[in-house]
């Protein structure tokens, strides 16, 4: 029921955007967020980064206490509209560790395309690095950071994002040494319609 209202809000947010039209999304398709393509099973490392040109705007996961404590992730990604360009550039940022609360924004201005992990079995954690893309000189400007998700530890994961102009840069969790689970709050962000001379906002 809750992977059927998942495709239903995708959907509507899909039809929403597009209407947008003088940005000309092509937002009819977008990559997989099903429950059989999980990028990772409990205690396995991933890299997953968006198709060229795509965006995260969807994380999906679940929690699994007697598997080391783990989750399972998915993603969903969405192309960037014609007016921000196609990346000029892309990189994996530094590694954020294990068993640490950390805050990453994607340097150079850039745009979150995609997450890298390894489990480690000492602490019943993963460490993280984000995919970032940079699109031309463009900025970002009213940034704002989203609700706690999970909204409790140990709890099924599931952040869209429903603002069509707005950009996953990056996040900042907390770990409970007690759960061993993390939250999340993604930061998202306006991109500025103009190139900017900033090299890191």
Request: net charge negative; aromatic share 18%.
């Amino acid at each position: 029921m809750e992977l059927a209202r998942l495709w239903v809000l995708l959907a509507l947010v899909t039809v929403a955007w597009g209407q947008y039209g003088d940005y000309g999304y092509p937002y009819q398709q977008y990559h997989d967020y099903s429950d059989d393509g999980w990028v990772n099973l409990n205690r396995q490392g991933f890299s997953y980064q968006c198709p060229h040109g795509q965006v995260v705007v969807a994380v999906r996961s679940i929690f699994n206490k007697k598997e080391g404590s783990d989750r399972q992730w998915n993603y969903a990604c969405m192309p960037t509209p014609q007016n921000l360009g196609e990346p000029t550039e892309c990189w994996w940022e530094e590694i954020n560790r294990a068993g640490m609360e950390w805050y990453q924004t994607c340097s150079n201005n850039g745009l979150v395309a995609g997450f890298q992990s390894r489990y480690f079995e000492s602490v019943l954690d993963r460490e993280w690095q984000f995919y970032c893309c940079r699109y031309s000189k463009r900025c970002p400007y009213s940034c704002w950071l989203t609700t706690e998700y999970p909204g409790h530890y140990g709890e099924e994961m599931d952040m869209i994002s429903y603002n069509y102009d707005y950009y996953m840069r990056g996040a900042t969790t907390t770990f409970s040494a007690v759960e061993r689970d993390r939250q999340w709050k993604f930061i998202m962000c306006r991109m500025t319609d103009y190139d900017c001379e900033f090299a890191n906002v």
